[in-house]
Each structure stands twice: as structure tokens, then as C-alpha cells.
């Protein structure tokens, strides 16, 4: 879907835990630079790749990931993307991430007990060859280098314009962005959209909740105009209102 000139939101459509679940990675491209933030799940390079192209831009131009931040749905496919592409693509993510991404520590969520309960949580008509291999993600998840670390309100040049900001809660160095010219929040999961309202992450699946929620406050500097969720698509309308309401909860 576009949203602006340069700015795409993907669609990206995947079986979780047996169920349907749709993610929004973003592409923002210029005429020098092509970026993608966030990589999706782990298989999913194929479909990234047609919607790239689906928005008229070829693989062959992507030569920047953002990583949101660490988690499996994000990171998925990082290394296929990286490995199938003939030209080298520089990977930028927060230096607190930059450990868990890479491989170097454990994922903060994927611990012991919790592959337990995403194992059990699975319907029974789940095969076990599919059990089997979705275990071995979880313990052996995606990683990759990341070859530049990126601060808290450091502007990146491309088309026209892209803020980072440190958006922590979800994971300890969550980040979001914001592009400039179309004002329009790429929120990663430090926001979700519900039932079509916004709302602040997840908790069950948020860090730190209290991390989160000063969060929210840091996204009341910008004048947003769209947002784009990475679980729940765009939200549009009065999106400064909605996000002061969520800050003052």
C-alpha cells in the first residue's frame, strides 16, 4: 500500500501458531537508496521480494535494512534476504540490539519455558514434522551482522528525511522512525492497531511495560499523520490526538 511518495507499507500474509497473521514491513526508497525495515518471518524472503517489486522496486536496488528490533517475525528472514542479494545491503539497528540480532545473547523472549508454552500453544492437527522444525527456530533463531549502529534522533538521509527514535519497552532497544516529509510514523510494535483503534504494545508481549509507556509520551514530539503498525497496518485520521490519549493513560 502506498503512502507516500517512496514509502510503502508491505503486506506480508504468514501461518502463525496456526493461524493467519498479517505483518507490515515498510520500504522507503529514493532515487539512490532503497530501504527496508524489518525482514519479516523466517521463509518469507520470497514474499518480501515480490512485494518489493509488486511496488516498483527491484531487489536488485535494496541496499539498507532497518531493524526495528529483535524479535523472530522482525529478523525472520534477515539472513536469506542478505544471502540471495548480489549486492552488499548494510544492516542498521540500535546498539542494544545489535547483541541479540547478531546472535551474540539469547533472545529476551525466547527462553526455555517460553519455547514450552509456544509448543503447547499449538493446535493439535500440527504435524510433528512441522513441531520439530518450528523448535529449532526458536532455539537457533535467524541472526546476522549488523554492520551500523543508529541513535536516538540521528537523522538518516534518504528520502528526504528519516528520524530515529528510541523507542524501548517492547524490547530493551526497540526503536521506531519517523520520515519527515509525509509525517508518518513507522511505530514498528511500540504501537499495534485493534479492531481498527491504536493502542500501545502488546503486553504480553512487551519487556517492560513501564519502558513502554514512556515510549508512547517520546512519539508526542512528532506531528504524525499516518502510522504504520507492524501488526495492524495504517492507521489514519487524527493520529496526534489518539497517541496523546495513549501517553496519558
Known sequence: MKIANGVEMLEISATVMGKMDVIHPTLIWDEDTAVLVDTGFPGQMPLIIE??????????????????????????SLPAILQESSQKIEVLANEVEKPYIQGDK?????????????????????????????????????????????EDGEELPYNGGITVINTPGHTPGHISLYHKSSKTLIAADALVIVDGELHGSVPRNTYDLNLAALSIKKLTNYDVESVICYHGGLYKGNANRRIAELANL
Open 51 to 76: 512485494a518489493m517489486e509488486k511496488a516498483g522496486v527491484p531487489f536488485k536496488k535494496l541496499n539498507k535494512i532497518i531493524m526495528s528490533h529483535q524479535d523472530l517475525d522482525h529478523i525472520g
Open 106 to 150: 539469547r533472545q529476551v523472549k525466547i527462553t526455555p519455558e517460553a519455547i514450552t508454552q509456544a509448543l503447547q500453544s499449538l493446535p493439535p492437527n500440527v504435524p510433528e514434522e512441522w513441531r520439530t522444525a518450528f523448535k529449532a527456530v526458536l532455539e537457533n533463531p535467524p541472526k546476522a551482522s549488523v554492520d551500523r549502529t543508529i
